[in-house]
């Protein structure tokens, strides 16, 4: 069904190993990796293995053992070698199916990539952050948007599964130039894309800007509206959303690491959830009202909790809005990411990729 596909049934079991800030030359602005993914963790085939121990009940997934929170090929290459070597005999033992790291652009070269390739690593995620060049630089990351292109291009001609990370609201970007970031990042056709708002963290060099009264960050609603807005672009274009916002750690929830900025420990829900009221609302508005005609939004239980909104406040709002004995009920037959709107005789039906591009599916009951 081509509609909503950021769904947890999509995604591999993940099984994280951080190897914060390590094999990393440089220091982005917003950088604090030990707040975001805590300390580095010591790598040894005996901690791999009880890591992904840990996670083998949790079955009908494929398992990804991934190396996060630092830049994996700018370890030295025995390193990378020594650790690759340990995942592969956990692959080969049925343990895990492949292996998932994440990277700079400008660290992605013809050779690394048939390294990788060859030590059965599937994935590569790709910190782009932006496809700006201006906003990469006042961010100090170290690399071009063409950096970008260049890296996504030899990953996926090596078949290496390609993601990228971007970032909303980043020193000197603006709503016009993260959609920019969107439409160029499209273009590359990339496997998969993470998305979140920029965050102060204390200890950044952004942390000083922002002292300065020099950065000012994205409140929380223009950040769902510019990451829902990326959603529904990326999706349009069948490039599925793995995750939007930061996975909360007990760091970054600690009284004074977060400064400022738009941090919600269920962004992705908002995000999410602000994406289903606007369909709601566009499916309702075209149905009769009245007494005997109340409407019913039938949904996939998937789907529940982002249709209800954050402690039910989607519900409140779409009954407020004239639709006061509106029922939310849920089908397994009804495709996850899409709406089912009953009034009377009246349905309604649509999806992500129907409602935004601009075709909605009718019908009478029963026809």
Request: glycine share 12%.
């Given at each position: 069904?081509?509609?909503?596909?950021?769904?947890?049934?999509?995604?591999?079991?993940?099984?994280?190993?951080?190897?914060?800030?390590?094999?990393?030359?440089?220091?982005?602005?917003?950088?604090?990796?030990?707040?975001?993914?805590?300390?580095?963790?010591?790598?040894?085939?005996?901690?791999?293995?009880?890591?992904?121990?840990?996670?083998?009940?949790?079955?009908?997934?494929?398992?990804?053992?991934?190396?996060?929170?630092?830049?994996?090929?700018?370890?030295?290459?025995?390193?990378?070698?020594?650790?690759?070597?340990?995942?592969?005999?956990?692959?080969?033992?049925?343990?895990?199916?492949?292996?998932?790291?994440?990277?700079?652009?400008?660290?992605?070269?013809?050779?690394?990539?048939?390294?990788?390739?060859?030590?059965?690593?599937?994935?590569?995620?790709?910190?782009?952050?932006?496809?700006?060049?201006?906003?990469?630089?006042?961010?100090?990351?170290?690399?071009?948007?063409?950096?970008?292109?260049?890296?996504?291009?030899?990953?996926?001609?090596?078949?290496?599964?390609?993601?990228?990370?971007?970032?909303?609201?980043?020193?000197?970007?603006?709503?016009?130039?993260?959609?920019?970031?969107?439409?160029?990042?499209?273009?590359?056709?990339?496997?998969?894309?993470?998305?979140?708002?920029?965050?102060?963290?204390?200890?950044?060099?952004?942390?000083?800007?922002?002292?300065?009264?020099?950065?000012?960050?994205?409140?929380?609603?223009?950040?769902?509206?510019c990451c829902r807005?990326?959603?529904?672009?990326?999706?349009?274009?069948?490039?599925?959303?793995?995750?939007?916002?930061?996975?909360?750690?007990?760091?970054?929830?600690?009284?004074?690491?977060?400064?400022?900025?738009?941090?919600?420990?269920?962004?992705?829900?908002l995000v999410e959830?602000?994406?289903?009221?606007?369909?709601?609302?566009?499916?309702?508005?075209?149905?009769?009202?009245?007494?005997?005609?109340?409407?019913?939004?039938?949904?996939?239980?998937?789907?529940?909790?982002?249709?209800?909104?954050?402690?039910?406040?989607?519900?409140?709002?779409?009954?407020?809005?004239?639709?006061?004995?509106?029922?939310?009920k849920t089908d397994?037959?009804?495709?996850?990411?899409?709406?089912?709107?009953?009034?009377?005789?009246?349905?309604?039906?649509?999806?992500?990729?129907?409602?935004?591009?601009?075709?909605?599916?009718?019908?009478?009951?029963?026809?």
């Amino acid at each position: 069904m081509p509609g909503y596909i950021n769904k947890m049934e999509m995604k591999p079991l993940i099984i994280p190993v951080f190897i914060t800030g390590k094999g990393c030359p440089h220091q982005c602005v917003f950088c604090c990796g030990r707040i975001t993914a805590g300390p580095p963790e010591e790598i040894s085939p005996d901690f791999l293995r009880d890591r992904a121990l840990k996670f083998r009940g949790r079955q009908g997934r494929v398992a990804q053992l991934a190396f996060y929170g630092g830049n994996f090929t700018g370890l030295p290459f025995a390193e990378q070698q020594r650790i690759l070597l340990a995942a592969g005999e956990m692959i080969g033992d049925g343990l895990i199916a492949s292996v998932r790291v994440s990277t700079r652009p400008d660290y992605v070269t013809e050779d690394n990539a048939r390294f990788l390739k060859a030590m059965k690593v599937g994935t590569v995620e790709l910190g782009a952050e932006s496809m700006l060049d201006d906003v990469l630089a006042a961010s100090l990351r170290g690399h071009t948007a063409a950096d970008v292109a260049k890296a996504v291009e030899i990953l996926k001609s090596n078949g290496i599964e390609t993601g990228v990370h971007l970032m909303a609201g980043l020193p000197g970007d603006s709503r016009p130039g993260f959609v920019e970031t969107v439409r160029r990042t499209i273009t590359l056709r990339p496997d998969m894309v993470r998305i979140h708002p920029t965050i102060v963290f204390e200890g950044t060099r952004l942390a000083e800007l922002y002292g300065k009264g020099e950065y000012l960050p994205l409140g929380l609603d223009e950040a769902i509206d510019c990451c829902r807005d990326a959603l529904v672009r990326f999706t349009l274009a069948g490039i599925p959303v793995i995750r939007m916002g930061l996975q909360a750690t007990p760091d970054m929830e600690a009284e004074g690491k977060i400064l400022a900025g738009p941090f919600h420990p269920s962004f992705g829900m908002l995000v999410e959830s602000s994406l289903f009221l606007e369909m709601a609302g566009g499916l309702l508005d075209g149905l009769p009202r009245g007494a005997d005609t109340e409407a019913t939004l039938v949904c996939a239980p998937a789907d529940e909790s982002s249709l209800r909104g954050l402690r039910n406040s989607n519900l409140r709002t779409l009954r407020d809005r004239a639709r006061p004995g509106l029922v939310i009920k849920t089908d397994k037959s009804n495709p996850a990411g899409s709406l089912t709107a009953i009034a009377g005789t009246r349905i309604h039906r649509t999806c992500i990729t129907e409602f935004y591009g601009g075709v909605n599916i009718c019908s009478n009951q029963g026809s």
